[in-house]
Each structure stands twice: as C-alpha cells, then as structure tokens.
C-alpha cells in the first residue's frame, strides 16, 4: 500500500478520461469517510470544467420514505429513486442533466437547489446508492473510487458531524437537528452512536461496502485523514 496525495489520485482519474468525453467517476464509501471532501480535493486538480454531484439528491423525499416505512433506512438501496439516479448518470455524458440537490440541515432534498450539468469534463459523483446491486450489476459508471477506513475513524468522524450540526441547530431553529436540542451533549452523543450502530454501519457492511469488491480505485483513510492506495 502506498501514499497518495488527492493530486495524484486526480491524475490517475484524469488518464481515464477521452478526449472530447465527459468520464463519470464514482466516489463511495461509508457515511461520514469523507466522500465529499474528496471530490472537492479532487475537483481542485482536475481539468478546467468539472462537476461534482452529490447522490443524496436522489434519495426519495423524506414524505415518501416516511409513507413507505424508510426513515429509519435512509441511505439503504431501496431509499433512493434508482431509476432517476441511474438515468441522471447515464445522461451525464451528453448532457444537459439537471440534478437534485440535498440539504443536510434541512435532512431532505431541496428542490430549489436543483441544477443543470452540461458540457462538463469530468463529473464526480459522490456519495452512497453506488454499490452493485443485489445481481451484482453497479451503476452506469466510467470509474468507481471506493474510500476504505477502520470503523473507529469512520464512527469518530460521524460523531463529529452529528454533533456539529446539532450545536449549531442552538442557532437555527428550522435545522432538523432542532429536535434533538433538548438533549444534553452527552445524550445527542449517545443518540448519534445508536444512530450509527443501528443504521450507518449496517449499511455499510451489507451494502456499501460490496463497492469495494468491483471498485476501480480502492483508497484507505488514515485516522490523520491521509490517503493510502490500496
């Protein structure tokens, strides 16, 4: 295994790109590895017009999920519009697409920051809903990148997200996290480890993690958040 700076991993991603094509790459791994921070690290080193979507847009509308039973799945295979995603990746070679967008604060898609691709070099698509399917077919992909980490580092950082929003829900009270403001420090904590021990790492050991397997790309995250080529 060795070190590899986001630079780098650019450039490897950058090679698989032809001329006059946009190269849809996938970008997948447990909730809170840092999927997002990669795609924007990436996103600096790659060439003049990149994209980077997020796949919590296509998850299905928090009124839907909860009409169907799933808030307490979100993020599983079945929370997400499959087709619409996979159209959307499909279509992001030739363009325009436009895509939905997510709000972490509001925990919904936000139809008001949906936007419009086109034309673009490379598009990153980061986030879960990217894994092969029970027949072991992925999504419609040039590239899939699949971030790896110990499970203590991956629950550390999903513990300092939950806890981020939620101090600053004191602030704003139309944040989802509002909600949870009657609890005490520790108990939002222990209510983000149930979280994660009843939701996150579920998914990620039956679903996420089979992305690994057929992954173009497979990179590990230190707990001092460096990247390592697998």
Known sequence: MTPIAPADLAARIAARRRPGE???AGITGAVAVGKTTLARQLAEALPPIVEIVSTDGFLKPNAVLEAEGLMLRKGFPESFDAPAMAAALAGLKSGPVTVPAYSHSIYDVD???ARTIAAADI?????LGLAPDSTGRRPPLDL???IDADEADVLGWFLARFMGLWQAAADDPTSFYARF???SEAEARDFAISVWNGINRPN???????????????VKKTAGHGLILV
Request: hydrophobic content about 60%; proline content about 3%; glycine content about 4%.
């Open 181 to 183: 403001r009657h609890m």
């Open 111 to 113: 139809p008001a920051a």
């Open 144 to 146: 899939l990148l699949y």
């Open 204 to 218: 990620w050991l039956e679903h996420i993690a089979r992305a690994k397997a057929v992954a173009d790309i497979v």
């Open 22 to 24: 946009t190269l849809v």
């Open 123 to 127: 598009v990153l698509v980061e986030g």
